[in-house]
């Protein structure tokens, strides 16, 4: 079975206007999700807002099923808010987390969840501790079982860091959180749309992820997973009368599904947006766009590798479509812009957003160049020479 890069490529029209390798900050949307978020836009200015998110409704509801079937669990286990960020947020602060509980997390644990745990250490005096990562660079599980003990209340990891080839064994993380019973949020905010994603397979309890990163939606968009069973554990975070009802003058019932975590108002453009998107995604299949982009990823890095005064500072054994790099000679921003003014996206990654694990390789800054499907070949070669020619 051939991959139709062209017919995508076709139906993205910002390919023929820049190399696009910044897919992970976000990719480029295809047209039939614009044109979601358009028509509604359309429908709003002509027939009002509340209205036309009446006549939207089939659509709207459309896209808890397509993030589901993606995804695998039931669409009642998924919350739709407005960026990853958020979706973990109401995830991490609905746990029952107290004083002497333990958080095991990864090395390259995204900034703003590691944010999130010291908040909470300050606050309710929990212990972070990372689990180290074995000579490949993703977590080590054989250690994370030794530090497992009656106080770890949470595994909480990044799936796909934010720069780095790294892809995090997921998977076998479940089986030792599910072993001991312990409960497992996974941040799949670069790994949904890159990879599959399945999380019965998984056996996360929780998982977040975005909507304009791999999966080519909308900005503003986002969803959150929590699985049944386990969201009864929880108590959200903040609740209003789209997330619970006020049922009796000093009483109130919250949902029994998982919108609990959303809240009343929604961007329905971006939903519906979003929905076009996992369904672009599910017709051409996660499978074959994951092959593609990892083909895609190593020739990019092969290539870079070879440039004089290039160095690519991916880990992982497993690799994805983040491809990070640095240039002897010149700053990460001098590259990004140097690059951008050749009609190049990438974008810049710095300590901050990964301390742990940057601090540790003794890098302050790289260069994140990141594909996707419907780059081509061609791309990566014309990226080369413009590098080259800095
Ligand atoms: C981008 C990113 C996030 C945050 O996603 P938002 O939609 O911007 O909130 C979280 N985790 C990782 C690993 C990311 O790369």
Redesign the pocket.
Known sequence: MTFDTDRYRHETPGVHNRIHFNN?GAALMPLPVYMAVKDHMDLELNIGGYEAQDRARPAFERTYDAIAELINCDRSEIALVE????A?QMAFYGLPLQEGDRILTAEAE?A??VIAFLQLKQRKGITIDFIPSDNTGQVDTDALEAMIDDRVKLISI?H???NGGLINPAERIGKIAKKHGIPYLL?A??AVGQIPVDVEKIGCDMLSA?G??YLRGPRGT?FLYVRKGFMEKMDPPFLDMHGAEWTEIDRFEVRPDARRFENWEFNTSAVLGLGAAVDYLLEIGIEPVSRRLRILADTLRTELSAVAGVEVHDIGAEKGGLVTFRHMDKSADAVKCYLSENKVNTSVTTTSSTRFDLEKRNIDELVRSSVHYYNNENEIDRFVEILKKM
Do not use: L, M, S
């Open positions: 992970a960026n990853a960020t958020v973990w995204y703003a969840n990044t796909i860091p934010t941040d905010c670069q975005t304009r990163k986002g």
